[in-house]
């Protein structure tokens, strides 16, 4: 059995579109943070190889990074509706 997310009357959309702007900033750092991690465990290549494994590396892991952020906005305003309109957890 599942339960209710927002109610059904409220058409709204639960991320804007500056949302994804400010999604940018945390997922940029995040980014730059995980190429030098990863360029610090990649084989002993030569230096310009060892950037671009570091960097290719890091691309998915802030994909998953992005996509966490973005569920976890939805979730939270999604819980903020359902208080606001009265619904039980």
Same mark, same amino acid.
């Not at 903020?80 to 957890?89: H, Q």
């Given at each position: 059995?599942?339960?209710?997310?927002?109610?059904?009357?409220?058409?709204?959309?639960?991320?804007?579109?500056?949302?994804?702007?400010?999604?940018?900033?945390?997922?940029?750092?995040? !980014?730059?943070?995980?190429?030098?991690?990863? #360029?610090?465990?990649?084989? =002993?290549?030569?230096? /310009?190889? @060892?950037?671009?494994?570091?960097?290719?590396?890091?691309?998915?892991?802030?994909?998953? !990074?992005?996509?966490?952020?973005?569920?976890? #906005?939805?979730?939270?305003? =999604?819980?903020?509706? /359902?208080? @606001?309109?009265?619904?039980?957890?």
């Amino acid at each position: 059995m599942s339960k209710a997310s927002a109610p059904a009357t409220d058409q709204r959309k639960l991320i804007h579109p500056i949302w994804h702007v400010a999604c940018l900033i945390p997922t940029a750092i995040f !980014f730059i943070y995980m190429s030098g991690v990863c #360029y610090n465990h990649t084989p =002993d290549w030569s230096e /310009r190889y @060892k950037r671009l494994a570091g960097a290719y590396t890091a691309l998915c892991l802030t994909g998953v !990074f992005w996509m966490c952020l973005q569920g976890f #906005y939805v979730t939270v305003v =999604d819980q903020m509706r /359902r208080k @606001k309109a009265g619904i039980p957890s």
